[in-house]
């Protein structure tokens, strides 16, 4: 696989950062406002990769009146915008893994679902705006993951073949997206898997525990 990649592309959410602890803290404040109990992180952090309407469903236990949902949505995102990266921080060897790539000169973007809004501070916080080459943001096209389009136009942003890209990302929705678009995929066990480890395991090219195996898997410093 490291003779054909060229170019590496990252999920943001479970797989670059560990944004949990900020969102856990706002649905926390949503339910507090509207007199229901807090939900337990633990079951929470199981919820992050689904969406803010399966997030709020979930933790109000589906116990929603006609209308709600939009209100409870643009209140949570109010929460966010206001707390991005107050708790947020890198998975362990994250940064080792990028400093590889941005010192070997091995291009690499972000492609996530994540709308522009918040995710592009977040990027800014981290300094990774200065070498990513590419960032598609879950509203930058009509679609989003699982669709492959937005890991297409990634591609053809970093001027390399899609089966020249691996993507790297923790959950079902990147693996299907990174196959339909015809690119590598890795899957990473430390983030918010929507499935069990062992059903990620049997679907994806490589899974890693770990972000520094990466290393490993990665093209070679150019």
């Not at 926390?28 to 939900?39: F, T």
């Not at 970093?158 to 015809?182: H, Q, W």
């Not at 995929?185 to 929507?194: F, W």
Request: glycine fraction near 4%; charge should be neutral; proline fraction near 5%.
């Amino acid at each position: 696989m490291t003779h054909d990649i060229k170019a590496v592309l990252f999920d943001l959410d479970g797989t670059l950062i560990d944004s949990a602890p900020d969102l856990h803290n706002c649905i926390n404040k949503v339910l507090i406002d509207h007199s229901k109990p807090k939900v337990e992180f633990s079951k929470f952090r199981r919820l992050v990769s689904q969406g803010t309407q399966t997030i709020i469903k979930e933790c109000f236990h589906g116990q929603l009146e006609d209308g709600m949902m939009e209100h409870l949505r643009n209140q949570f995102w109010k929460y966010y915008s206001n707390s991005l990266t107050d708790k947020t921080e890198l998975f362990p060897d994250i940064d080792i893994v990028l400093n590889y790539l941005i010192e070997g000169n091995i291009p690499w973007g972000i492609v996530t679902n994540k709308i522009e809004k918040f995710a592009k501070p977040i990027i800014k916080h981290f300094g990774w705006n200065m070498h990513a080459a590419t960032v598609i943001y879950g509203d930058t096209l009509a679609v989003s993951k699982p669709n492959p389009e937005p890991l297409l136009m990634a591609a053809e942003q970093l001027k390399t073949r899609p089966e020249n890209c691996v993507y790297i990302g923790d959950t079902s929705t990147d693996v299907v997206a990174a196959k339909a678009a015809k690119m590598t995929n890795i899957i990473v066990g430390y983030g918010y898997s929507d499935r069990n480890l062992r059903e990620l395991q049997q679907i994806a090219d490589h899974f890693i525990t770990k972000a520094i195996f990466l290393k490993v898997i990665l093209p070679q410093k150019n």
